[in-house]
């Protein structure tokens, strides 16, 4: 994307809107569309059944005894919401805990976030991680379940530790603490603080999600951005003298319109959204500024860079039109998730194998219209966040106040937990089992290579 007109100086959490959804009756956050919309999932023929894996009934039993411990701590953060890097409650919670158990080395307020932490078991390599949210939704609390995510996550953790302490295995788990997913971008801090990469050399993320559909290993999310537009004219007398101004909200007309045209000829998949935030003074003044919040989104970073292209296009030609000056500022940007398809395949044949009877399908990719920054981290290493399902009442979806009082009760938990057991198997296996290190990071080169791969569209909209 030409970035000339594109200034990057803001910090996303200087915009009070925070992360934006994309609201369709039949999409959810994270999670992958209902069965009507699930036409563009590759689904085949399911594969030969397996073995059960290796260390399953160790995991299983060892986090089933956790579960006394873990409710508390699940139900302190579902009962105390608290937004994005304000997590202190929360924060305070987690550490305390892990700073109990055997082997662990905990860092509080992590890389310059209060609330960011990092637990570290064991060294050497490989190294397996698991990303900890736990930031809530302005007014309607733990909406998007993230109590559940960073339950899982301690759990999964602590877990994977136990069985590399229980058969020698020789390797590092790391347990992040990632503030303020819903917008703030608290992985994104991370990975620039050199968390991820250069002082842990991460092997692999970890991390699953809560939703109101079916149970999914590879889920992947949008890439988005947000920006603020701005214009900027010259006042006249909007009577007496019109043409001695610039008229700015003429030009973010223009662009709005533009947009509005562009919006006919997008693909599947793509989202323009925007607001105007200024429109001028008075009608008797030329309007001097005008300004406006807008996001794009698509299913790939590399389709959301053209989409931006012809966006930008749009707000130049206002520029052009009324000889008014562009300004455009990105105020946030979450990469697509790209999931790893060898840790799905050891995620699914753990989770497939516990109580009750299920069988997702570790290469089926269900596609989200959300946004998540563990998408960024899945550029930076291989990354799996499996979506799973919990309890509500009326179906009631993520970013709702059904959806709040269903991660706080105890089947939420229940799920949970079981996922827990199927992201510390993954990180064992792939710790453990010859070969699996080695395909996993051939899996995520191929990803990166070719970043359509995993996005989900149909060959009928393939980008
Ligand atoms: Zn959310
Ligand atoms: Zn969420």
Not at 34 to 47: G, H, L, N
Not at 118 to 142: K, Q, T
Request: net charge negative; hydrophobic share 40%.
């Amino acid at each position: 994307m030409d970035t000339s007109v594109m200034s990057f100086d803001l910090d996303p959490k200087d915009d009070p809107e925070g992360f934006v959804m994309v609201d369709r009756p039949d999409q959810t956050h994270h999670q992958p569309p209902t069965a009507v919309e699930s036409r563009k999932s590759r689904r085949c023929e399911p594969p030969p059944k397996l073995p059960p894996p290796v260390y399953l009934t160790e995991i299983s039993t060892y986090i089933d005894n956790l579960t006394t411990s873990l409710w508390p701590i699940n139900k302190t953060i579902h009962d105390n919401p608290e937004l994005g890097f304000d997590e202190v409650i929360a924060h305070e919670t987690l550490t305390a805990f892990m700073e109990t158990q055997p082997g662990w080395t905990v860092t509080r307020s992590a890389y310059g976030m209060t609330t960011a932490f990092v637990a570290i078991y064991g060294s050497g390599s490989p190294v397996v991680s698991f990303n900890a949210e736990m930031d809530a939704l302005p007014g309607i609390g733990h909406a998007c379940g993230h109590n559940l995510i960073a339950t899982a996550s301690v759990a999964a953790a602590l877990a994977t530790a136990y069985i590399l302490s229980k058969h020698q295995l020789p390797a590092k788990v790391v347990l992040f603490g990632t503030p303020a997913e819903e917008g703030g971008g608290g992985k994104i801090k991370l990975l620039n603080a050199g968390a991820y990469t250069r002082d842990h050399k991460i092997d692999i993320s970890l991390i699953a999600h809560p939703g109101s559909v079916p149970d999914a290993a590879m889920v992947t999310t949008t890439a988005y951005v947000r920006f603020r537009v701005e214009y900027f004219g010259r006042e006249a007398h909007a009577a007496a003298e019109p043409w001695k101004g610039i008229n700015a909200l003429d030009a973010l007309i223009t662009a709005y319109n533009g947009l509005s045209v562009l919006r006919q000829q997008t693909m599947a998949g793509d989202v323009i959204q925007g607001h105007i935030t200024d429109g001028g003074a008075a009608p008797n003044i030329i309007h001097a500024y005008a300004a406006g919040v807008f996001v794009v989104r698509s299913h790939s970073q590399k389709r959301l860079d053209e989409l931006l292209e012809k966006v930008e296009a749009c707000f130049r030609a206002g520029a052009l039109a009324t000889g008014a000056t562009l300004r455009m500022t990105r105020l946030g940007a979450y990469r697509n998730h790209v999931p790893n398809r060898t840790i799905a395949e050891r995620y699914a044949r753990y989770f497939n194998e516990l109580d009750p009877p299920t069988r997702i399908r570790e290469d089926q990719n269900e596609e989200s219209f959300a946004s998540s920054d563990q998408g960024d981290v899945s550029f930076a290493v291989p990354s799996l966040m499996p979506g799973f399902a919990i309890p509500t009442r009326d179906g009631a979806g993520p970013h709702t106040p059904g959806f709040a009082e269903a991660s706080g009760t105890r089947e939420a938990f229940g799920r949970c937990l079981r996922v827990a057991k199927g992201l510390a198997g993954a990180a064992v296996d792939v710790v453990a089992v010859d070969g699996v290190l080695e395909r996993v990071k051939e899996d995520w080169r191929r990803g990166m290579r070719d970043k359509e791969e995993y996005n989900g569209l149909g060959e009928d909209v393939a980008v």
